[in-house]
């Protein structure tokens, strides 16, 4: 383990998909809270159709962050997804040309409290095994959000599509969502929305897997971490406000796009086989049948997509429905509903 100097370097990845004013935004709340010293804030446009890239460097000459040393912009030529357009500023690294201690994440509708990246570094500092700390998040109603998790699993499958208390209860030990934590613990995998990571742990694992568009990349990444030794945590103290699925516009019971069902067949046949992705299928299907049968007899409308439980048989069996393009979301757009 190699020892961190006293002022750590710190890269903060600020990735813009269709969002550029809310990009700035979010970049404004992370320089505010930039250590005084080697830290920089990368903003990357990914391949945006809407003008993002333009509007992105009028509003940071309107800020005058294009005199900033501390803040650049970097345009993607291709929308490879979450973990690719990440993946591209930190190979780039810091300015000079050379790399961070830690890289922090900050989803462009994400907006940080005073005080949280400090938080983030002094845990690293302190739990030299740490490869993430992740935040807490909450809405813009002040409720506190889900962002602690455990790795999803055939018996997590079936509690997650079941949604009954009483199999909640029993199955506790693999609801994915973790009940949200009073105190800084140890974790399977936090939220990729306000996060850091160790570029050591980074280096012996390798970046975020590309073949994930979106969804489940940070799941993967924290998995082959643990696999090698590394620790994730969740820092309640080190907070940050989230809208959640802007850039996405996917909410609550809309139908899910293809490039979900993709992320979710890629993890569990990567990381765990063929047998145990059709297992977590059927798993899934017999929790999904569950909950239908209890909101028919409940008369309660059912959480997800009526369509859904379709688009995952044919989607494991390799039968691809018809694909919709991300959507390009407003400025105003509405985060998910949470449900």
């Not at 345009?75 to 993946?87: E, H, R, T």
């Amino acid at each position: 383990m190699t020892g961190l100097p006293s002022d750590p370097r710190l890269l903060v990845v600020v990735l813009n998909y269709c969002t550029p004013e809310m990009t700035l935004r979010s970049a404004a709340t992370v320089l505010a809270d930039l250590p005084a010293a080697n830290a920089e804030v990368a903003i990357v446009d990914n391949a945006s159709p809407d003008g993002s890239a333009v509007k992105l460097q009028q509003g940071m000459s309107e800020r005058g962050w294009d005199a900033d040393p501390r803040v650049r912009l970097i345009l993607s030529d291709v929308n490879g997804g979450f973990g690719a357009g990440n993946n591209i500023a930190v190979r780039a690294g810091m300015s000079d040309g050379g790399a961070p201690d830690f890289v922090m994440l900050v989803n462009s509708d994400a907006f940080l409290d005073e005080g949280c990246i400090g938080l983030l570094i002094e845990h690293m500092r302190a739990h030299p095994r740490a490869g993430f700390a992740g935040s807490q998040l909450r809405g813009e109603d002040g409720q506190v959000h889900n962002s602690a998790f455990r790795f999803p699993s055939v018996a997590g499958e079936f509690e997650t599509a079941a949604r009954i208390g009483v199999l909640t209860r029993l199955l506790w030990r693999h609801v994915v969502p973790m009940p949200v934590p009073e105190r800084t613990v140890r974790v399977d995998w936090v939220a990729g929305a306000s996060f850091m990571m160790r570029m050591e742990m980074l280096e012996e694992v390798g970046l975020f897997d590309e073949t994930f568009f979106l969804y489940y990349e940070e799941t993967d990444l924290c998995l082959r971490a643990a696999r090698a030794g590394w620790e994730a945590w969740y820092v309640p103290e080190a907070r940050a406000m989230h809208l959640g699925s802007v850039s996405t516009g996917l909410r609550g019971a809309q139908r899910k796009p293809p490039y979900w069902y993709d992320s979710r067949r890629h993890y569990f046949v990567k990381n765990h086989g063929r047998a145990v992705h059709t297992a977590t299928v059927m798993s899934h299907v017999a929790g999904n049948l569950l909950h239908g049968l209890r909101c028919v007899v409940s008369l309660r409308r059912p959480l997800q997509s009526t369509l859904h439980l379709g688009d995952l048989m044919r989607h494991s069996m390799g039968i691809r429905f018809r694909a919709a393009s991300l959507p390009v979301k407003d400025e105003g757009a509405q985060p998910e509903d949470g449900t």
